[in-house]
């Protein structure tokens, strides 16, 4: 039985030291940075060097060679997303380190910031590559613009989640990953949600705010920096009774459930 912080998700929190490198590897199971700390670290992926900035989100799909280095004065600490535990369950986790030192750059900076951020235009033919998931970013900055430029907006919100975005595929539209879907969302002060349950498990980290939420009978209240699960099918809503906002950011596994007809949701009053 594979162990993780769901059953298909694991949630975790990484920290890089002033000085500190991580070497070229990768690995089949798809992973996530979500950046909580610190600036100015720097991470490659398939030949690109990202610098980090707090909230941004960073994607390394599957077999995607990777690694991290802090050249700043200052620890960064990131929340790491991965399917590993859904990966293992499939017997087919894989582990490379780079036979080779480390690996080149070979692509120019903000590469592919500057190919894929025009919201709606796409480089013609990129369809296929976006199969297995894309070595995208989504800077904090236009995230937080469009979280706000959403719940300012009357009406606008889901009831059972509050003001909450996808981060989608830039190429296809489709989900974070193949294998792991990432959710930004923003309880407004003094929201509440409705109570709903799926088949999904998520994994939340509180980037801002404060407030609770409740999963079956259990009131988990949770502040700035805490981590906590949902598993699958317990009942659940959200309350910020703080007069400021709360952001929270999930990764969850609705797109391995999707595909098969086996995501469903349920609502009460
Ligand atoms: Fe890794
Ligand atoms: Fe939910």
Redesign the pocket.
């Known amino acids: 039985m594979p162990s993780g912080t769901t059953h298909t998700l694991n949630g975790c929190l990484q920290i890089l030291c002033s000085g500190e490198s ?1 070497p070229t ?3 089949s ?1 798809s ?1 996530i940075r979500f950046i909580i700390k610190g600036n100015g670290a720097c991470t490659v992926v398939d030949g690109e060097k990202i610098p980090m900035k707090e909230g941004d989100l960073i994607l ?1 799909p599957t077999m995607m060679w ?1 690694e991290h280095s802090n050249e700043t004065s200052e620890p960064v600490i990131w929340f790491d997303g991965l399917d590993a535990p859904f990966v293992d369950l499939l017997n087919l986790s894989f582990f490379d380190p780079y036979p080779d030192g480390k690996q080149p750059i070979t692509k120019p900076d903000s590469y592919t910031t500057k190919r894929l951020t025009m919201a709606g235009l796409r480089p013609a033919g990129s369809r296929p590559e976006a199969n297995f998931g894309l070595p995208f970013i989504y800077r904090w900055e236009e995230t937080y613009q469009a979280l706000t430029r959403l719940a300012a907006l009357e009406g606008e919100g889901d009831p059972y989640d509050g003001v909450v975005l996808d981060y989608v595929n830039p190429i296809n539209g489709g989900p974070t990953l193949p294998s792991l879907g990432c959710q930004i969302q923003l309880l407004r002060p003094g929201e509440n949600t409705r109570v709903h349950r799926h088949t999904s498990s998520a994994v939340y980290h509180v980037f801002r705010g404060s407030g609770y939420s409740m999963v079956n009978d259990e009131r988990i209240e949770w502040t700035q920096g805490d981590t906590f699960a949902l598993p699958p099918w317990a009942w659940h809503r959200f309350g910020n009774p703080t007069s400021k906002e709360a952001i929270l950011f999930s990764i969850n596994d609705k797109p391995i459930l999707e595909p098969h007809g086996l995501y469903r949701e349920e609502t009460k009053e």
Do not use: F, S
């Open positions: 991580a590897h990768r690995h199971a992973a390394t990777h």
